[in-house]
């Protein structure tokens, strides 16, 4: 068997294995919520809660992450739109879709690729947000492929790109 093959092998043996856990309605609903929060929800609520809790100091740090969304945006729609991937739930019938998809592709996680690129930079300027981003993210991250809605090689393809981009737009600042 050839390595890629292999890989694949792996990702959707393991897509199955963490879809199950949704079968039971208390992890479906509390991986939903997560998801839903990394839409957008948790990230817009954290720069305002930075804005109140530090006002003018909050700016820059806001800015940036506004940025690095953007630039999230634009660097994830262009990969989607170039692999083209379907989703887990529509490539395999072992697979369960348990909540909506923002888009119709699944290389790479947009929401992983967010919630890494924000959690680096809000912990840059805040270090004593580290443990609960870096726990939020990988509940996010971990959502999307128990939701049936990305393969564990689409999250970790998010993730190195969300870091990628704040590693960047860190020393551009710099």
């Given at each position: 068997m050839r390595s890629l093959d292999r890989?694949?092998?792996?990702?959707?043996?393991?897509s199955v294995r963490l879809n199950r856990v949704c079968y039971r309605v208390t992890p479906r609903l509390v991986f939903r919520c997560i998801s839903i929060a990394g839409d957008g929800i948790a990230w817009y609520a954290l720069m305002a809660a930075l804005l109140l809790a530090h006002r003018?100091?909050?700016?820059?740090?806001?800015?940036?992450?506004?940025?690095?969304?953007?630039?999230?945006?634009?660097?994830?729609?262009?990969?989607?739109?170039?692999t083209l991937r379907p989703r887990p739930y529509?490539?395999?019938?072992?697979?369960?879709?348990?909540?909506?998809?923002?888009?119709?592709f699944s290389f790479p996680s947009g929401h992983t690729l967010h919630a890494v690129a924000f959690s680096l930079i809000a912990a840059s300027y805040y270090p004593e947000l580290s443990a609960v981003l870096t726990v939020f993210s990988a509940l996010i991250a971990a959502s999307r492929v128990v939701l049936g809605l990305h393969y564990p090689s689409d999250v970790l393809a998010g993730a190195v790109i969300g870091a990628a981009i704040a590693l960047i737009s860190q020393s551009l600042i710099a």
């Open positions: 890989i694949a092998a792996w990702d959707l043996a393991l003018n100091e909050a700016v820059l740090p806001v800015l940036h992450m506004i940025g690095v969304g953007l630039a999230c945006t634009v660097v994830y729609k262009w990969l989607k739109s170039r529509q490539a395999h019938q072992s697979i369960q879709q348990f909540t909506a998809p923002l888009d119709r």
